[in-house]
C-alpha cells in the first residue's frame, strides 16, 4: 500500500540476502579469496546473529551459483569453501533463461559468431601441436559408424570448446562450454527433425575438418571463414529450438552445430 506522499513502503530484506551480501562483499574487496573456508556453522551463524536455518539457505544460493562448495563432515576439509574454478551456476541458469525464451534464435547465433570466430582466429595463432591432436583425436571419434545423434552433438560440443580452449583464454572457453550446454537440447532436436542425419552428420564432419585444417596451417582468416559458414549454415534452417526466423538467410544445406 503506497504512503499519501506516494512513496512505496521499504521492504524488509531478508536474512538470508543479508548474509549473502556479507559474503559477496568480503569476495569484492578482498577479504575472502579462492581456497578461503568460511568459519563452522554454530560459529559463523552466532557472529552474524542469525539462525543456523538461514545461513543455511544463504550457503545453498551460493553453492547453486557455483561460488561455494558445502563439503560434509568437521575438520580442516569440512564446511563451505570458496571455489576457485568456475562452477555451473552460470550453465543452468543460462540454459533455462534459454527454455523460458528470454534470448532469441537470432541472441544465440550472434552471440556464438561472436565467441566462436574468435576462438577461431586466436587458435590459428596460439594453438599448440597438442591442441591440434586432441581436436584430431575428437574428429576421429565422431566418425565412428555407429555413433548416435546424442554421442555425435557430444562430440560435437567436445570439439567447439576444446577450439576455444586452445585459444589459451579460460573465461572464452567456459563462455563456450556453458553455451553449448545451454543449447544442447536444441542441438539434439534440430538432428531429429533431418530426414538423414547421418548424411548431415558427414558434411559437418568434412567442415571440422577444413576448420582444423586452417587451424593448423596458421591461416586466422580461413579458420574465421570456415567457423562463420559452419554455424550460419545450422541457424538458416530457421527451425533451430522450434522457431523460424526471418533475420536469418535461408541456405539450402546442411546445420553444422
Avoid at 215 to 225: F, L, N, S, W
Amino acid at each position: 500500500m503506497s504512503t499519501s506522499g506516494g512513496w512505496e513502503p521499504v521492504q524488509r530484506v531478508r536474512t538470508y540476502e543479508q548474509v549473502m551480501a556479507q559474503i559477496e562483499e568480503r569476495i569484492l574487496d578482498g577479504r575472502l579469496a579462492a581456497g578461503d573456508h568460511l568459519p563452522s556453522e554454530r560459529d559463523f551463524a552466532v557472529q552474524l546473529g542469525v539462525s543456523r536455518p538461514s545461513l543455511r539457505e544463504s550457503l545453498r544460493v551460493l553453492e547453486a551459483l557455483g561460488v561455494v562448495d558445502i563439503r560434509r563432515g568437521g575438520g580442516a576439509d569440512g564446511g563451505a569453501a570458496l571455489l576457485g574454478t568456475p562452477g555451473r551456476g552460470f550453465v543452468n541458469l543460462l540454459k533455462l533463461q534459454l527454455a523460458l525464451g528470454q534470448f532469441d534464435q537470432t541472441d544465440v547465433l550472434e552471440t556464438r559468431l561472436a565467441l566462436e570466430t574468435w576462438s577461431a582466429r586466436e587458435a590459428s595463432l596460439r594453438a599448440t601441436e597438442d591442441d591440434h591432436d586432441e581436436l584430431a583425436s575428437i574428429l576421429a571419434s565422431m566418425d565412428d559408424p555407429g555413433v548416435t545423434t546424442a554421442e555425435f552433438n557430444r562430440l560435437d560440443t567436445a570439439f567447439h570448446v576444446r577450439m576455444a580452449e586452445a585459444t589459451g583464454n579460460a573465461l572464452t572457453a567456459h563462455l563456450m562450454q556453458s553455451l553449448r550446454i545451454a543449447i544442447n537440447r536444441q542441438m539434439i532436436d534440430a538432428y531429429a527433425r533431418l530426414d538423414d542425419w547421418r548424411a548431415t552428420a558427414a558434411t559437418v564432419r568434412r567442415e571440422h575438418r577444413e576448420l582444423l585444417d586452417a587451424v593448423r596451417r596458421r591461416e586466422p582468416e580461413a579458420a574465421v571463414r570456415c567457423m562463420q559458414d559452419h554455424i550460419t549454415d545450422f541457424y538458416a534452417l530457421g527451425d533451430v529450438g522450434g522457431t523460424s526466423s526471418s533475420d536469418t538467410p535461408r541456405k539450402a544445406g546442411k546445420p553444422s552445430p
